[in-house]
């Protein structure tokens, strides 16, 4: 059974940082892409991030470019999301997903991951 728990979330004021981890089990992770996600109340869940397999390739929505930082541990099965210059607009419930084996063509999409973690809250205060 693929398992995926968020943690590292918190309540910060603007500007801080904070580093969101998913642990993942179940699946091969070192052979998953993987992707962040968050939904704010009362908002879709919109794409944040993605990170191929070696971690080299990375995607990022454009509103967090030069502030967040997708990583990977493959040896320990974790993927992180280094936030800094924190928002209030960042506010949301941040998931982390696995993207479908065969699915190749737009990571940015939540039809493109299969199995997906509980969130973890981060609140911004300005």
């Known amino acids: 059974q693929v398992q995926l728990v968020e943690s590292g979330g918190g309540l910060l004021q603007a500007g801080g940082s904070l580093r969101p981890s998913c642990a993942v089990s179940g699946r091969t992770f070192s052979s998953s892409t993987m992707g962040w996600f968050r939904q704010a109340p009362g908002k879709e869940r919109e794409f944040v991030a993605a990170?191929?397999?070696?971690?080299?390739?990375?995607l990022y929505l454009d509103s967090v470019k030069g502030r967040f930082t997708v990583s990977r541990d493959n040896a320990k099965n974790t993927l992180y999301l280094q936030m800094n210059s924190l928002k209030p607009e960042d506010t949301a419930l941040y998931y982390c997903?696995?993207?479908?084996?065969?699915?190749?063509?737009?990571?940015?999409?939540?039809?493109?991951?299969?199995?997906w973690g509980q969130g973890t809250q981060v609140t911004v205060s300005s």
């Open positions: 990170i191929g397999t070696s971690g080299v390739n990375r």
């Open positions: 997903a696995t993207k479908r084996v065969n699915y190749m063509v737009d990571y940015s999409l939540r039809r493109a991951y299969d199995y």
